[in-house]
């Protein structure tokens, strides 16, 4: 059975993007067909991280209108022959996705993958409503500061209830936390909460955390999802929230300041 | 010593007395005028007929003999009967009363041994009448309430996990969390000032009981990671450690 995972947050920027794009990869080079979207109509850049903007023809809207096929749009990696993207339009705004449109393709999609994942805008208005109302999955992305914590606990709470699989009373989405740009210094400075403070407050299965690297920008410019950059913390952090997802059982990285005595003596445990 | 005992070596103990507690119906009388116990007590019964039928029942005279009223006991034990109730003892009666009892195999049973919430008070009877239609539904909600979440029951609120800052609980009756409270709490909001808020973890924004509120500014710091209850007295919420 084909899954779909929303990747979503309530606050914007705050890694959403670079983690569809990363763990879609992941899934593809595990070797498990996998589609992903962008449903960020008006913002299109989920293309631009995956460094095929230049083969854009068609996109999601243009196949909700039926003025191009799903097979059409989808555009093949470069990088990865098992994954697709699906990408935004840049012309039109979000009101050009309606729900019985994207349904249709995301069951048009699961005929064929086994991963769908949505990358989704920010905020709760439609395009985002849209992109996790079908998820079986969501990646709840949430940076460690007070507001980005606060808008994911709302976001949780519309999954929990606003979703095709609320309302058709089945089981619930699966929710799954990615504590995102993590800087385990700036934790110890009192700046960010530990990952402690985080699951303190959301009470959530932790898939992992990624740091805040350097790498993730080089990746974005260079249009490769950071993922692939296997040397990089933020590539490693990546790819074992995708063996973690897959079932793997991986002891969390990149939580502790290795450089400080201090953080031995007083960090988070 | 028998000799049986050397016959049969090993004898396992047909009995074995243990010591066990009962909830029992008592009922406390105050007036001696048999006709109208008669009549107020099948009143009572009909009310809840599968719930007295064959009840052992336990009589009290304190309140009689405090006010020298003496009653008949072999008639009152035949009106219980008639009643469809097996009176199994009595309470708070005299030297003379108690002799009869035992005479009718009806055991003495002592006032202060027994525990009673409000035994004070002069009640024919002490179960309440119908108790499952007239029970209020309770809701509960075994997943966490997220902030932007509302949630409203019309009786008690029994909550599993835990209510996030930004969510607020109602309940016209008590609220239990038995998670962190970080949202706001509402318990009694149609007036009722019994109603009580119990939590494991007291943080929240607000806590409301019958309109009497205190914000988190109010809510001392010393309380959290501990379980409370929160109730109204004198129009005054108190915060109590539940040990
Ligand atoms: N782990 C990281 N370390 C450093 N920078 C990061 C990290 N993750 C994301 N960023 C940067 O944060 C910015 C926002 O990332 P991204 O576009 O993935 O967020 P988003 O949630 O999709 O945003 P939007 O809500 O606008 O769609 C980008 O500039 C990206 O390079
Ligand atoms: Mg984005």
Known sequence: MARIIVVTSGKGGVGKTTTSAAIAMGLAKKGHKTAVIDFDVGLRNLDLIMGCERRVVYDIVNVINGEASLNQALIRDKHCEQLYILPASQTRDKD??????????????????????????????????????????AFVVTNPEVSSVRDSDRMLGLLSSKSRRAEQNQEPIKEYLLLTRYSPERVKLGDMLSVDDVQDILSLHLLG??????????????????????????GQAYADVVARYLGEDRPHRFIDDKKGFFGKLFGSK | MSTDSQKTPYNPPALEFKSSTFTVPVLVLSSNDLLVIEQQLQEKVRLAPEFFRNSPLVFDLLELN???????IAALTDIIRKSGLLPIGIRGGNAEQNKLALALHIPVYSIHNSVSANSQKPKAIVPPPEPKTESVATTLITQPVRSGQRIYASGDLIILAQVSAGAEIMAEGNI?????????????????????????????ELISIAGNYKVSEDLEKAVGKKPVQIYLQDHALIIKDIV
């Open chain 1, 209 to 234: 955390v990624i740091p805040e690297s350097k790498s993730v920008l080089t990746a974005s410019n260079s249009g490769t999802p950071v993922i692939l950059d296997e040397k990089s913390d933020a």
């Open chain 2, 176 to 204: 239990h969390v038995y998670n962190t409270l970080r949202g706001r709490a509402l318990a009694g909001v149609q007036g009722n000032p019994d109603a009580r808020i119990f939590c494991s973890d007291l943080q929240a």
């Open chain 2, 66 to 72: 405090k006010r020298n009223l003496d009653i008949d």
């Open chain 1, 96 to 137: 050009a996705l309606n729900q019985e449109g994207v349904g249709k393709i995301l069951e048009d999609l699961k005929k064929d993958f086994k991963y769908v994942v949505c990358d989704s805008p920010a905020g709760i208005e439609k395009g985002a409503h849209l992109a996790m109302y079908f998820a079986d999955d």
